[in-house]
């Protein structure tokens, strides 16, 4: 029983503590869209995100059924944990009026054959960046 309590103990010692989940809620609701197929469909994503979100400039929108690997190798430069999606299908949306909420997006694919992961923190699901191969 002591060489179980002490392995416990030593493996709690080595292995960060995971503070998050893959994928985050907020990342899944700002940025995945389940049914986006098409650029009308993702401009649409984001001009709902856009109207419920102040502020909101520009909007990276990935494929839904985006499988996610939670993996501790996976740090940002000051150790945040991410989540690292799978390939799919990404764009990136920019609103087509200046001030005020976006009235509408345009967007355009962010690689020819939908190769992009995207990169999110676990603890809170801000995206860090996308990375199309």
Not at 50 to 68: E, L, Y
Request: a negative charge; charged letters at 15%.
């Amino acid at each position: 029983m002591q060489k179980i309590l002490l392995f416990l103990l030593l493996l709690g010692l080595l292995c960060p503590a995971y503070g998050g989940q893959c994928p985050h809620p907020r990342f899944v609701a700002e940025h995945v869209c389940n049914w986006c197929t098409t650029l009308a469909e993702a401009e649409d994503f984001a001009l709902n995100y856009a109207q419920r979100r102040t502020g909101v400039d520009i909007a990276d929108v990935f494929a839904g059924g985006n499988p996610f690997n939670l993996d501790y190798e996976y740090l940002d430069n000051d150790g945040t944990p991410l989540c690292c999606g799978s390939p799919v299908k990404a764009w990136r949306c920019t609103p087509t009026s200046s001030g005020g909420t976006p009235t509408a997006f345009r967007c355009r694919s962010l690689h020819p054959i939908g190769n992009c992961q995207s990169w999110s923190a676990q603890s809170n699901g801000h995206y860090s960046y996308t990375d199309c191969n």
